[in-house]
């Protein structure tokens, strides 16, 4: 088969917006807490956390819907915690995620053990999975329908909690105070508003979103938990939120850019390729994403300088 029947096909545009959606939640989560003016790096730890949270609870109670609660908590508490620890108890940020990126990595695997008695695989757990949705009218036309319509039900919510996100931080006036206290958290508290209080907010939206990837990828994409399974759309998921500038319809587009490195990565591996060299692919693309972001962004920081040195220039030469 060549390549080019793989890449333009129904089945290879489908595969993309299936890879996308764990990237979307985690990008989206990047994009609130850096709206806020903060950086949460343990969102590939609360994915990871959210994903063998599902996995538990929906096992444990025989519903899928509220294995998909459970892990929503549970990445609310512990992004809670992430908070409470950076904002409150002034542990360094940075430092603050890379521990609990670690700290879970390991404690999935323990919890895992004591619960299943696997140190690999949650396949003992007789655990759900959420539903697909076939979406009427469409999924009966060619082609068309084949790409859109039959998808798992977090993939359509993936693009509506985009629409939100967007509406939440532009038109609301709950956005526009932490889009405020990103900007100027001094600011903010001369005019009453509460910065701890927002960001602690922001911070468990982030949370809910990072699970909510998670458990796409434990109770959707596959039915159980594995270790280690996020495989790093955490971190990509960071990558897609600067890529887009910190807003909701920019790392929707590079998720979409990700997924689809995803997308041929998985298409690429149906052929006699080496699978060391498919499995990057994903990475370098998002290696070369941020690089270029971040020489456009200098650029424009320059151009931006550049023109107030123009201004405060032409105000001295009227003075």
Request: overall charge positive; glycine content about 10%.
């Amino acid at each position: 088969m060549r390549v080019a029947d793989l890449i333009f096909s129904s089945t290879f545009l489908a595969t993309i917006i299936r890879m996308t959606t764990p990237i979307m939640f985690a990008s989206l989560a990047g994009v609130v807490v850096a709206r806020a003016g903060m950086m949460n790096l343990a969102i590939e730890s609360t994915m990871l956390t959210g994903a063998l949270a599902g996995v538990l609870f929906s096992a444990w109670t025989q519903s899928a819907w509220l294995g998909l609660l459970g892990a929503v908590i549970v990445g609310i508490l512990l992004s809670a915690i992430i908070g409470y620890t950076a904002l409150v108890l002034k542990a360094d940020m940075f430092m603050n995620g890379v521990a609990f990126n670690l700290m879970m990595g390991g404690g999935t695997i323990f919890i895992l053990y004591l619960v299943s008695g696997s140190k690999g695989m949650s396949t003992g757990l007789l655990s759900k999975v959420l539903p697909t949705i076939h979406i009427p009218f469409i999924e009966n036309i060619p082609f068309l329908g084949e790409v859109l319509s039959g998808h798992y039900v977090l993939t359509y919510l993936a693009a509506i909690i985009a629409v939100l996100i967007h509406i939440f931080l532009i038109k609301t006036k709950l956005g526009l105070r932490l889009r405020l206290v990103g900007e100027n958290d001094q600011a903010a508290e001369s005019v009453g508003v509460n910065s701890l209080r927002i960001k602690m907010l922001a911070m468990c939206i982030s949370g809910a979103l990072a699970a909510l990837g998670g458990c796409f990828m434990s109770m959707h994409y596959v039915s159980w938990f594995q270790t280690d399974m996020t495989a790093g759309r955490g971190f990509i998921g960071m990558a897609s939120a600067a890529l887009g500038g910190a807003r909701p319809s920019g790392a929707f587009v590079a998720a979409i850019l990700f997924g689809t490195a995803d997308a041929v990565a998985i298409t690429l591996s149906m052929l006699s390729i080496p699978s060391e060299l498919v499995s990057i692919i994903p990475y370098v693309v998002t290696i070369i994403g941020l690089v270029i972001s971040t020489s456009f962004m200098k650029k424009q920081k320059g151009l931006l300088n550049r023109a107030k040195q123009n201004i405060f220039t032409v105000k001295e030469q009227k003075q």
